[in-house]
């Protein structure tokens, strides 16, 4: 389809269509569905194939980003093995986002960890338009994460968030090749 507006309720016809069997589906078959939306618990995970290298520029430099991702999914977690389970894909850039919300008010190290490039943004609120403008951590190369607080691949300095506040978060890495 065309690319759908989030949260959107959408109605699927069917024409012309056999199941796997050879049975006929019935003409103007309908579904309704609900497009995708960011709700408590899961990330919007969107990937943008076939771009070479490692740095994430290479990401943000593709014409198609960010307004057309060749994939996109849910996942339960800031990792991407949920979605994409091994080390078969190569040469594509990525995104996660979504919203975090802390249960204690506090101050909070963020680190990040990737293979390759990766960039970890937050924003003041729940709005994506307030999101920092550099990354509150960073891998600049390959599988060399958590390092201590201070160092500048990792938070410079732990980030205040309050108790039930929603915050919008961002990872944007690059997967170069050799698994």
Known sequence: TSKQAENTMYTLTVNGVKDNAGNSIAADAKYDFLSFALTAGYLK?????????????????????????????????????????????????????????????????????????????????????NLSTLPIAEETGCCDAFHEVGDPETTAAPIHLEAGQKYFVKAIWKEGGGG
């Open 45 to 129: 995970f969107e990937i943008w194939s076939n771009i070479g290298g490692t740095p994430v520029q290479n990401l943000l430099d593709d014409p198609r980003y960010p307004a057309s991702p060749d994939f996109v999914a849910a996942t339960t977690s800031f990792n991407t093995r949920p979605v994409y389970g091994d080390d078969s894909h190569e040469n594509y850039g990525g995104v996660m986002s979504g919203y975090l919300t802390p249960t204690e008010t506090d101050d909070y190290d963020f680190f990040i960890g990737s293979d390759d490039a990766s960039q970890l943004f937050i924003s003041t609120d729940e709005k994506p338009e």
